[in-house]
């Protein structure tokens, strides 16, 4: 690190950085990259020799890998996989909004508020510390069997409710962060200058808040879209589900390595995504200490 | 006509008893600077002018309204009083001319053109124009500061309030925010200033005010103070200044 400084200037490196997002080649250079190639291969090589010569190879790679069950299952799995997508981006936007105001009640200050701050810890607390998958069979057994004229007796509804009332225990404990980070002296400005409280907080503190735990938002949001395949459990038919019927029918697991790849291929961008967020926000913060 | 009035004004950090009954009156127009050590109690007395701390005992009028009253509305006083603080305290995630732009719009409910009318107008008046779209961290200290300024007249106020503004500046920028000073009790701008810097003291202020422990412990014009202090605290206290150059 300590020659870091003349490298930022370059514009190659910098470039390369950009392209790999989280890949760090610490040798840096032609030569960096090279022996980093050729670690990775011996490395792929080695645990490909130890699993091929394993006594239940055959078996495994007959059960899990046969490339027939994979893509004849995969456009079945495909198609129940847009619900998992859909169940992910309703369920984000109301995580967004719920989160930030059981963060906001939880910041209140004053003995008047403390009812508002006890309830934003109660249910922080709980929501992080039951399992996920008890409020979803809660929620999507018990919700529906109440018969309540105007509730929604559908189970993909009460599991992104349970999906909602989790995340956003963690949500708003990130943003709680968020808000703590700034510092005091950003709302005695606002204060000075008249702004009431909650214009303070609209303008001035929350803005900066939310911009600085965005990467730790996306990682969230990365469990979320894993999370969505618990659905199943209420016997809904997403990409897991789907894949235990391919499989059933089968007798392969083939189907599972199907869904595994459609899950992947959202998560691992949103995670190259949240690593360059982070490599931009340090780079930012660098640039601007010059002044401050 | 008094502008500022304060009455046996008392207030604790905890055990610690940062100010002991101060009693101040500053006339409209008047520039007023308060010296004293670090911990004398400056910086919470601007403080709790400006509301930002409540008193344990006193009570403080601006022109005929008594601030400290019960049920006041705290953000139409602080509408009133403009406070510049020495780390300058601007937005970082706003331009400069959102900065200066955001309580009009926001608290006085000004039209977008005329607050930005008002704004520009304001950084024109103190060479911040050219600076209108930067972000506060690409400014230098003198430059924030001045900003920190502008964006406290943008709400008109009757009275400001300035804590210690040059302190957190590198010495060659300090000039340039005192300049800004200067030209606002040209203005006739009614001030209560908290500074170290004694020889512009002398120069701006109608009144200095030398705090020592929470208390106003002697008061007077600049040339009273600098020249011929009665108090042998004060004397001690302008000794070590000058022994460290900065008279």
Redesign the interface.
């Known amino acids: 690190m300590a020659s870091e400084g003349d490298r930022r200037s370059d514009p190659e490196v910098e470039r390369r950085s950009r392209l790999l997002g989280g890949f760090h080649f610490h040798g840096e250079g032609a030569r960096g990259v090279a022996i980093a190639l050729l670690s990775t291969a011996v490395f792929l090589t080695v645990v490909i020799v130890a699993v091929t010569q394993s006594a239940g190879w055959p078996e495994v790679k007959r059960t899990f890998f046969d490339w027939g069950d994979i893509s004849s299952s995969f456009p079945d799995i495909a198609r129940a996989f847009v619900l998992n997508v859909k169940i992910f981006l309703v369920c984000e936007v109301f995580i967004l909004v719920f989160a930030l105001v059981i963060a906001v009640l939880r910041s209140l200050p004053g003995p008047v508020f403390f009812p508002l701050r006890a309830f934003a810890i109660v249910y922080a607390d709980l929501a992080r510390g039951v399992p996920t998958i008890l409020v979803i069979a809660l929620l999507g057994f018990g919700a529906p069997a109440l018969q309540l004229t105007g509730v929604p007796t559908s189970r993909v509804f009460w599991a992104g409710v349970g999906l909602i009332l989790i995340y956003s225990g963690y949500v708003a404990e990130v943003y709680r962060a968020g808000i703590e980070s700034v510092h005091p002296?950003?709302e005695?400005?606002?204060?000075?200058?008249?702004?009431?409280r909650f214009?303070a907080l609209r303008?001035?503190i929350l803005?900066?808040a939310i911009?600085r735990v965005i990467p730790p938002l996306l990682n969230d949001f990365i469990g979320l879209q894993k999370d969505t395949a618990l659905v199943a459990f209420l016997g809904v038919i997403d990409a897991f589900n789907q894949a235990q019927i391919d499989s059933a029918a089968t007798f392969t697991y083939g189907a599972y390595l199907a869904a595994a790849a459609l899950f992947v291929a959202i998560t691992i961008p949103l995670a190259r995504f949240t690593d360059w967020l982070i490599a931009r926000d340090r780079r930012r913060r660098q640039t601007?200490g010059?002044?401050? | 006509m008094s502008s500022l009035e304060l009455r046996d004004v008392h207030k604790s950090f905890g055990e610690h008893e940062v100010l002991r009954g101060i009693d101040l009156d500053v006339a409209e127009h008047e520039v007023v600077c308060l010296i004293g050590a670090s911990g004398s109690g400056k910086s919470t007395l601007l403080r709790c002018v400006?509301l930002?701390e409540p008193l344990d005992a006193g009570r403080i009028w601006l022109g005929d309204e008594e601030i400290t009253r019960r049920g006041v509305d705290v953000?139409?006083v602080?509408?009133r009083?403009?406070?510049v603080?020495q780390?300058f305290?601007?937005?970082?995630?706003m331009t400069v001319l959102r900065n200066v732009m955001?309580?009009p719009r926001?608290?006085l409910k000004l039209p977008r053109a005329e607050a930005e009318a008002r704004a520009l107008e304001l950084l024109r008046r103190f060479g911040l124009e050219g600076r209108r779209d930067e972000y506060p961290?690409?400014?230098?200290?003198g430059q924030?500061q001045r900003v920190a300024i502008v964006?406290?007249l943008a709400?008109r106020p009757e009275l400001m309030l300035l804590d210690e503004v040059t302190s957190a500046l590198d010495p060659e920028l300090v000039a340039e925010v005192l300049n800004v000073i200067r030209e606002l009790a040209e203005g006739g701008m009614t001030m209560v200033i908290a500074t170290h810097e004694m020889s512009f003291a002398r120069d701006i202020a109608n009144r200095v005010c030398f705090l020592e422990h929470g208390l106003i412990l002697e008061e007077g014009s600049p040339n009273e103070i600098f020249s011929s202090p009665k108090e042998p605290r004060t004397q001690q206290f302008l000794e070590r200044i000058i022994e460290a150059g900065r008279l």
């Open positions: 002296s950003q005695a400005a606002a204060r000075s200058l008249g702004l009431s214009q303008r001035v803005p900066q911009r601007a010059g002044f401050a | 400006n930002l953000n139409a602080r509408r009083i403009g406070i603080f780390a305290n601007l937005f970082p995630h955001l309580a926001d608290v961290d690409r400014l230098s200290g924030q964006r406290a709400m």
